[in-house]
């Protein structure tokens, strides 16, 4: 579908949903997180969501998470996740239809991602803004390989509670996966997630006389 026909969704972004997460450490000072989410609301309706994040990756505001890989079930989420935060979304297909696993198939009909995901013990209350600003501020590149950064500060709440995100296929995700053993795995129900307009890096000053626009 042409981005023509997509309704338009700025930031900021309030999402409500649920999800689940695998930790896992990759290096002596980094992590990786594995997220799987199904959103019941957002600005661009019901999406699914897998996405791949490396912490800390170097940026020039410091250490930061950021969105290494992604993939959404929507057209719609993948044009104004890109435009909005410069997350670098792509289209799949995840296929639900036996309970407690997920089939995520890449836009070319290639085997993309196979979860199996569990609940394994009773929920409590989070809220993000208990993690320090640095670990909720992901910082994503620009798309067209320039010099800017996008920073997004995210804020939100849930019910979390101790759970197993399996991974026995990730060929377009990340292929190691399967082989490598999780620190820790999270479920969360009543998602609310808050996406602002992100900052930007460098901040956006004056143009020198003479240039247009100045």
């Given at each position: 579908m042409s981005s023509l026909y997509l309704p338009a969704a700025p930031?900021?972004?309030?999402?409500?949903?649920?999800g689940w997460l695998a930790l896992y450490r990759l290096r002596p000072a980094g992590v990786g997180a594995l997220l799987l989410v199904r959103y019941a609301a957002s600005p661009v309706g019901?999406?699914?969501?897998?996405?791949?994040?490396?912490?800390?990756?170097?940026?020039?505001v410091g250490g930061r998470p950021s969105?290494?890989?992604?993939?959404?079930?929507?057209?719609?989420?993948?044009?104004?996740?890109?435009?909005?935060?410069?997350?670098?979304?792509?289209?799949?297909?995840?296929?639900?239809?036996?309970?407690g696993q997920v089939r995520v198939t890449g836009a070319g009909?290639?085997?993309?991602?196979?979860?199996t995901f569990r609940r394994a013990g009773p929920a409590l209350p989070v809220n993000a803004e208990w993690?320090?600003?640095?670990?909720?501020?992901?910082?994503?590149?620009?798309?067209?390989?320039?010099?800017?950064?996008?920073?997004?500060?995210?804020?939100?709440?849930a019910h979390a509670f101790p759970a197993r995100l399996t991974v026995l296929h990730a060929a377009g995700?990340?292929?190691?996966?399967?082989?490598?053993?999780?620190?820790?795995?999270v479920g969360f129900s009543g998602v609310r997630l808050h996406f602002p307009i992100p900052a930007l890096w460098p901040e956006p000053g004056p143009r020198p006389q003479g240039e247009p626009g100045a």
């Open positions: 930031a900021p972004w309030t999402l409500r949903g649920r019901p999406y699914d969501e897998l996405m791949w994040v490396d912490a800390p990756v170097a940026t020039p969105i290494r890989r992604i993939v959404v079930s929507t057209a719609a989420s993948v044009t104004w996740g890109r435009r909005n935060w410069a997350i670098p979304k792509a289209r799949a297909t995840f296929d639900w239809s036996v309970p009909g290639e085997p993309y991602a196979h979860l993690l320090p600003r640095a670990w909720r501020t992901v910082a994503q590149p620009a798309l067209d390989g320039g010099p800017e950064w996008q920073l997004t500060t995210i804020g939100g709440a995700l990340a292929p190691e996966l399967p082989a490598r053993r999780p620190l820790l795995g």
